[in-house]
């Protein structure tokens, strides 16, 4: 998609351009009378597509999945604040860094900009442009914690043709700028809703993921309950995963509990448990609790290919690049056919 800017006169104000994007969207009328949406479709991303679901209900509520069919192996939503749930080994992680904020920015029923004052965020207009030939408004919505995303209403539709943002697109990987491409717009109940988006990489141009909607569902009864995480009957493992994980900012803390539940558990394996843990905290931040935690994993179980590769990454996470190197290695000799170590390995090499 390519992007020239162009210079006129007289241009309408972003207050002025919210309006008429409402109007085309279907007006107040019909967005105030939207409670609560489930989208259907099919999820492409490194050519693997599968069915998806995402719902959100007023005046916050998000699931990646389907309230009405809740799954036991994963979900992540908001309820309040952003969590994943991960069925096995059975864990509900509150998130926060990267990971939350990909679930905030994503939030309303409305997107961000209908009620974007309601949401705490501000908008303005950085001018007129062209997009594929067509001129566009470049709004930017400055939300609540900082955070920056432009916004491109077509001039003539007055619809969202594209947004622009930077931001990680998983959880260890650089920042990369991205456009998301609107289209296929299609009236739900009175409402315009594009049925089909595309994530680019704006440097190199290659597609990062779409989603084609097969169908949405508005306004169907929906509480809660079906938003918030299931209520897990623990294991003491489990029980010790949630406590190392409220303790991952404090390593000598991750290190007590760590070591007085494998002395008062001797025959309980605790290898993928804290494999699971131990990520988490990295995507948390908390480098130095989730090194230590993995360097005691991968001692207790030596001969593990997947213990070595989750040290591995927590050594390059934090810059440690030849002992990460030596833990990938240590992997492979392990199970050679371990496509993550040798991936791993790859991205080194190549100075990633």
Known sequence: ??????????????????????????????????????????????????????????PFYKLVGDPLQRSAKFEEGYDGSAR??????????????PASAAARHGLYILGNLVDFKEQGSTVSLLGRVKIDGRNAYQLRVRMLDGFEQDEF??????????????AKVHAF????????????????????????NVEVDLS?????????????????????????PPQLQRTPLQATMDQIFQERDDADAVQWTYHDFRSAYPETNTEV?????GYQALKMGSIASAVSLLEH?????????????????????????????SE???????????QRSHDALADIAAGR
């Open 273 to 277: 448990a804290m494999e699971v843990i």
């Open 328 to 338: 990938f290695e240590r992997a492979l000799s392990i199970d050679p056919k371990d």
């Open 153 to 166: 209403i077509d001039a003539l539709t007055w619809l969202v043709v594209a947004d622009r943002k930077v």
């Open 84 to 97: 994943e749930f991960y069925g096995d080994p059975g864990i509900v992680v509150r998130t926060v860094g």
């Open 173 to 196: 990987g650089s920042d990369v700028s991205s456009e998301t491409r609107w289209s296929d717009y299609r009236a739900v109940n009175g409402v315009l809703f594009a049925f089909l």
């Open 297 to 325: 994993n991968r001692i207790d179980y030596p001969q593990s290919a997947s213990a070595a590769f989750g040290l591995g990454r927590a050594y390059r996470t934090a810059g440690r690049k030849s002992e990460a190197k």
């Open 204 to 228: 190199t141009g290659r597609e990062l993921n779409r989603f084609q909607t097969d169908r949405i569902e508005v306004n169907l009864k929906l509480n809660v309950s079906m938003f918030m």
């Open 1 to 58: 998609m390519t992007m020239a800017p162009v210079v006129l006169a007289a241009l309408p104000s972003a207050d002025e351009i919210i309006r008429h994007h409402i109007g085309a969207l279907g007006g107040q009328k019909n967005l105030d009378a939207l409670e609560s949406l489930i989208i259907r479709g099919t999820y492409t991303e490194h050519g693997q597509s599968n069915t998806a679901q995402l719902a959100r209900m007023r």
